[in-house]
């Protein structure tokens, strides 16, 4: 299984970003993909996940509506959709892979990216 993100940068506060996550390697149509996150001095963290099948999704409370998370199938990619970001949302954003279903837990997923770079300045 191989993923690569993709789609970070520098954008003002206020701004969006869109960051995509292609996928490769197997079908994955009982996997569910997710978003982290790691800002520099902290611990990695959950944003949201989907189901690659049917398309459930699973959010962090803490996001208040500001991501969506959304797939194309057809283009094996996953994107999170950013909107209002903050300073705050400043990190190494990563996707990641996992046969357990809809899990906001890091452990439970086996195949990571390599992680894209969002910066936003205030």
């Known amino acids: 299984v191989q993923l690569q993100a993709s789609g970070g940068g520098l954008v003002q506060a206020g701004g969006c970003l869109r960051l995509s996550c292609a996928a490769s390697g197997r079908t994955f149509s009982h996997y569910g993909l997710g978003w982290f996150r790691q800002a520099p001095g902290k611990e990695r963290e959950f944003l949201a996940a989907?189901?690659?099948?049917?398309?459930?999704?699973l959010y962090a409370d803490s996001l208040k509506g500001r991501f969506t998370i959304s797939r194309d199938s057809a283009k094996n990619t996953v994107y999170l959709q950013m909107n209002r970001l903050t300073p705050e949302d400043t990190a190494v954003y990563y996707c990641a892979a996992t046969f357990r279903g809809l899990s906001k837990y890091m452990n439970d997923y086996a195949y990571w990216g390599q992680g894209t770079l969002v910066t936003v300045s205030s």
């Open positions: 989907i189901m690659w099948s049917g398309g459930s999704s």
